[in-house]
């Protein structure tokens, strides 16, 4: 592809030669001939002297002499550019000889059904969306268009994925929420889960992600989340708008979390609280109550982080604050000894 036809796809401004011909992408150090790489952090500046890419994308005309595209979003630019130069690949439409797809089931223009793969009675399966082999799609679920599910894939009775949503492997949509009742003698007995779950447009879910359907109503993944792997979201917890949620977070049953909002790796939260929009909790945090929104949380529980630092401060110090407290509670000691004593002597000489 002509640097000048990816200027134009991207939106981007063109500076030098347009005709160079770019056939892969990659990083500053390790580009090549060829290659387009891109300047998101100004750290990496120095590498773009001794690059041998064949075009950049940099944020300022004046970063560097090569050709080169300019973003106010380099980043972003490239992952775009990366999508059209590596495009990746896409099976052939069709159901492969090995998949069982119920005659009740409705696959729109364009779907691939892969081995082994299973369609469930009445689910429907927007145009052209991917299911991989060994997906197995139950009764009554509705897949949206272009949508791309990958092997291992289940997607429980009655849930409901909107368009271009994204499975990685191993992912289980709407299995039964973790619901029970205790009768006198202790016993346990199975809360039935009569509910679904709803993922809008443009969610991309990681793999060995667990979503539990709802007790009752619905779990919700708003559109534009981005759920990373091995995270539990229990029932009725609703995910808002382009919220972020990282690698082994568990959330707890009816938990609503608004838009924007990241979390990072291994937060836990309780069940039933609120965390508001355009929010951070930061890595290992523990939720036990709700959060205002706009503010950044760290520690467990989490505080904001104002606080949070001066508690790992505190804490970082607590040897030595320990070792001064005994040095302070024996020199006491020693005082009160002083002072024994001189009581004796004023008793003795009177």
């Not at 892969?24 to 041998?52: H, I, K, M, Q, W």
């Not at 300019?70 to 550019?81: D, G, H, Q, T, W």
């Amino acid at each position: 592809m002509k640097l000048r036809e990816l200027a134009g796809r991207l939106g981007c401004e063109l500076l030098g030669d347009g005709e160079v011909e770019i056939r892969g992408v990659s990083g500053l150090e390790r580009a090549g001939p060829g290659d387009l790489t891109f300047l998101a952090n100004p750290r990496y500046a120095p590498l773009l002297a001794t690059t041998r890419a064949a075009a950049v994308i940099v944020a300022s005309a004046n970063e560097s002499t090569l050709p080169r595209l300019v973003s106010e979003n380099p980043y972003l630019a490239f992952a775009r550019a990366v999508g059209l130069i590596c495009p990746p690949a896409r099976p052939e439409p069709g159901v492969h000889p090995s998949a069982q797809v119920h005659p009740t089931a409705v696959l729109g223009t364009g779907v691939h059904v892969g081995a082994l793969a299973v369609v469930g009675a009445r689910a429907r399966v927007g145009a052209r969306s991917v299911l991989h082999p060994q997906v197995v799609v139950y009764d009554e679920v509705t897949i949206g268009e272009d949508c791309l599910l990958h092997s291992g894939v289940q997607v429980r009775e009655r849930c409901r994925l909107g368009d271009r949503v994204i499975v990685q492997n191993g992912a289980v949509i709407g299995g039964d929420g973790f619901g029970f009742a205790r009768d006198a003698e202790g016993r346990y007995h199975k809360f039935p889960q009569v509910g679904t779950v709803v993922i809008e447009d443009d969610v991309e879910i990681g793999a060995n992600v667990a979503i539990d359907r709802s007790t009752l109503g619905a779990t919700v993944i708003r559109r534009g989340a981005k759920i990373d792997n091995l995270v539990q979201i229990a029932h009725n917890v609703v995910i808002g708008e382009n919220t972020v949620v990282c690698g082994l977070v568990g959330i707890s049953g009816s938990v609503t979390i608004g838009d924007n909002v990241t979390i990072a790796g291994q937060v836990g939260m309780a069940d039933h609280v609120t965390i508001g929009s355009n929010t951070t909790i930061g890595a290992q945090s523990g939720v036990s109550k709700s959060l205002e929104g706009g503010q950044y949380y760290l520690g467990s529980p989490a505080v904001p982080i104002g606080l949070a630092s001066r508690q790992y401060a505190v804490w970082a110090n607590l040897p030595e604050l320990s070792k001064r407290v005994r040095e302070l509670e024996k020199r006491l000691e020693e005082i009160a000894d002083v002072k024994r004593r001189d009581r004796g002597d004023r008793r003795e000489d009177s």
